[in-house]
């Protein structure tokens, strides 16, 4: 799953405009919402099945145990939305900015994040399993408590993001600039370059309670 344009998409023939609002408890299946903004949405327990969202704003509102499963979401604008509980599978969020949302306790499994800018968004007590961050910037990004299975970093840009109490399974953070906030634990399971580990090590000293000294 690589979709970055429409054309990728293999159900974009079949995509029919979407029109009017969003409903809470409502399937939208195999529509595209273009260049369309939504202010204070209701859209709680709703499903997105096969659909295409471009150039879309979501300003606040709720979409708290929405699903969202083979969906291609590009140049959207996601800010102050309630995410939380909800499912991502197979979605693909390209050139987009999410900000101040609050995604904690979310399911996220092959998800694609690529050139995006992630700023204050809530990842707490989320299981990520095979997400990729590709050429991202995550700023102030809060993964306490999660759970990354498979995840990568590729590119990406971490500034003062919260891993503590994170857990890590084969998470891949080669190719990564980070600027992360760490507990003693939090990289467990974690694959680093040789580099970045010796970036990392007067961090890890710090978690660890170990005084450096060559007095």
């Known amino acids: 799953?690589?979709?970055?344009?429409?054309?990728?998409?293999?159900?974009?023939?079949?995509?029919?405009?979407?029109?009017?609002?969003l409903r809470p408890g409502t399937e939208y299946d195999g529509l595209h919402f273009d260049q369309v903004s939504f202010d204070e949405p209701r859209a709680e327990s709703s499903r997105f099945i096969e659909c295409a969202l471009t150039k879309v704003a979501i300003q606040g509102g709720r979409l708290t145990r929405a699903r969202f499963s083979d969906v291609l979401m590009r140049d959207a604008r996601l800010i102050t939305a309630g995410l939380a509980e909800t499912s991502w599978t197979d979605v693909s969020v390209?050139?987009?900015?999410?900000?101040?949302?609050?995604?904690?306790?979310?399911?996220?499994?092959?998800?694609?994040?690529?050139?995006?800018?992630?700023?204050?968004v809530n990842f707490r007590d989320t299981e990520l399993t095979e997400v990729t961050f590709e050429d991202c910037e995550l700023i102030d990004v809060d993964f306490g408590g999660a759970t990354l299975t498979r995840a990568a970093f590729r590119g990406s840009r971490l500034a003062r993001a919260d891993m503590v109490r994170a857990?890590?399974?084969?998470?891949?953070?080669?190719?990564?600039?980070?600027?992360?906030?760490?507990?003693?634990?939090?990289?467990?399971?974690?694959?680093?370059?040789?580099?970045?580990?010796?970036?990392?090590?007067?961090?890890?000293?710090?978690?660890?309670?170990?005084?450096?000294?060559d007095d």
């Open 1 to 21: 799953m690589d979709w970055q344009d429409l054309a990728d998409l293999p159900f974009a023939d079949v995509l029919t405009p979407h029109v009017g609002g």
């Open 94 to 120: 390209v050139a987009s900015l999410v900000a101040g949302c609050e995604v904690f306790g979310a399911e996220l499994r092959r998800v694609t994040f690529r050139g995006c800018k992630l700023d204050s």
């Open 167 to 213: 857990t890590m399974d084969a998470a891949d953070l080669r190719g990564a600039e980070l600027g992360i906030i760490i507990g003693p634990d939090s990289l467990r399971g974690a694959v680093v370059s040789t580099g970045q580990l010796v970036a990392l090590a007067p961090v890890l000293a710090e978690t660890m309670g170990i005084t450096v000294s």
